[in-house]
């Protein structure tokens, strides 16, 4: 009889040659498929040993390679590809089977596939797949939903390949439908709004401190070794190294300043509006982005406007008061971030444990930080916890950072430097810890010019007032 091979992955892009590299490393037999021949050879020659790893162009050898009940897994870019992809397997699969979509597919695309193909009998599941291309090949942070049926039978392949945080697997079942997808959505808005903040502490650290590469390098280390300790923080501290092989001097400084993105921040922050959530530490993080592509039109009006003289800061004080701002504000990141999960786990009916997510990312991911492991225990401690700015072990973090924000942002502002991620997150802090807004007056004029009615504060029912009369 011919072998049988334990799992098949479909992509064989960088992603998707790690992943099953480590499927491999870690004893299971992999069968490969890419329409692609070079991907294809490329992976039989790096796996080196065939009865371990084996690829094809053809679909129908493929199938016929994996053992039953067959575990597929595509690693293709989000969109038709995908719908192509399982058109292209029906044909030759069985009841029974499992397709797992590895891949930032949306996740409304993910409850779609998931009911065509539950009709079929197939087991589909979405789960997304962080820590690049080394984390594919060294240990990721896998989110699943989906098949409950479907993941236990590719359970004990996803925690061997898995990254671990202190010998525990980063993947646990998070939810029916597309709860995996989900997650690593609004994963991906909260590596968004960290990127941002990361950049704008670089930007007033060289224009505030007048810090050399050199000095932002050690800065990042000295912190990354601290509480701020995280995978987005080591590696800014290595890109302040990194030397130019095309020109004299850093790598850095050659880079333009374009961000480009693929659309999982933006979504995160779409959705939120849809639910009402607040994530404006997301949502500023996806426009700065924009901004950022508005590149010669901003070299214009560059022109046009002055900006204020910029006012130099002591290096040592600028250096403690951007490490507490931006620990700040990765807490309020990461709060509004769960506190949209929480909400879309209601609204959508994941019932995903907040306590489960932050502890699958406590390694593998790219938001991968110490500060996990705190929020991993508020949530354990209180697993109805609607935001962790609620949260008792958060209180004092607050308390102890949020005054070096205020003074980063007035810096920010009266210097010309723009800081937004920092200041949205203080605006969003100083608004959710508020007993009173000023939204009484939006109610008024709501009621003025369209009688759309108020509540009151001291009786029960709604209101309308002919205004002016
Ligand atoms: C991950 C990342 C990854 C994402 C890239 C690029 O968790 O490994 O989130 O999935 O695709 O970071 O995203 P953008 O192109 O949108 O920045």
Redesign the pocket.
């Known amino acids: 009889m011919e072998q049988a091979y334990d799992f098949g992955l479909i992509g064989l892009g960088v992603m998707g040659r790690n992943f099953i590299l480590n499927v491999a490393d870690n004893g299971f037999t992999a069968f490969g498929n890419d329409l692609d021949d070079e991907k294809v050879n490329a992976l039989k020659e790096e796996g080196g040993d065939l009865a371990k790893v084996n690829a094809t162009t053809d679909v129908a050898t493929f199938v016929k390679a994996l053992a039953k009940p067959r575990k597929i897994m595509m690693l293709v870019p989000a969109g038709k590809i995908v719908d192509a992809v399982i058109e292209g397997l029906l044909p030759h699969i069985d009841k029974g089977d499992i397709i797992i979509d590895g891949g930032?597919s949306f996740f409304t695309d993910t409850d779609r596939r998931e009911a065509y193909l539950s009709e079929k009998g197939i087991h589909f599941f979405g789960a997304g797949v962080?820590?690049?291309a080394k984390?594919a090949r060294k240990g990721p942070s896998i989110m699943p939903g989906g098949s409950k049926e479907g993941y236990a039978a590719v359970q004990p392949i996803f925690e061997a390949v898995s990254a671990k945080y202190r010998g525990e697997p980063c993947v646990a079942y998070l939810g029916p439908k597309s709860a995996g997808n989900y997650v690593k959505m609004v994963?991906?808005g909260i590596?968004y709004g960290l990127m941002q903040l990361t950049s704008e502490i670089y930007d007033v650290l060289k224009k505030g401190g007048d810090l050399s590469n050199k000095e932002l390098h050690r800065t990042f280390k000295t912190w990354n070794e601290g509480r701020l300790q995280s995978f987005l923080v080591e590696i800014t501290s290595e890109i302040f190294e990194q030397r130019d092989e095309l020109a004299e001097g850093h790598l850095i400084d050659q880079i333009l300043d374009k961000a480009?993105?693929?659309?999982?921040?933006k979504w995160t922050s779409q959705n939120a509006m849809d639910l009402g959530i607040p994530v404006p530490s997301i949502d500023i993080a996806v426009s700065m982005r924009e901004l950022s592509a508005l590149k010669d039109e901003r070299v214009k009006a560059d022109a046009l406007y002055d900006r204020p003289a910029v006012t130099g800061i002591d290096k040592e004080i600028l250096t403690k008061m951007t490490e507490e701002a931006l620990y700040f504000s990765f807490i309020i990141t990461y709060a509004q971030g769960l506190h949209q999960l929480a909400d879309a786990s209601k609204e959508y009916g994941y019932d995903v444990d907040i306590a489960t997510i932050a502890k699958i990312w406590r390694a593998g991911?790219?938001i991968r930080a110490g500060l996990l492991a705190d929020i991993t225990d508020a949530f354990k401690a209180d697993a109805t916890l609607p935001n962790l700015l609620l949260s008792p072990s958060f209180i004092e973090k607050v308390k102890a950072t949020v005054g070096s924000a205020r003074k980063l942002v007035a810096y920010g502002a009266t210097n010309g430097i723009p800081l937004p991620g920092v200041s949205n997150s203080l605006t969003y802090f100083d608004a959710y810890t508020a007993t009173r807004l000023p939204l009484n007056l939006i109610q008024a004029q709501r009621d003025y010019f369209g009688s759309h009615t108020y509540e009151r504060l001291d009786k029960e029912g709604i209101f309308h007032t002919e205004w002016g009369q």
């Not at 480009?260 to 921040?265: A, F, L, S």
Request: net charge positive.
């Open positions: 930032n962080s820590g690049g984390g994963h991906n590596e480009k993105q693929k659309g999982t921040g991911c790219i």
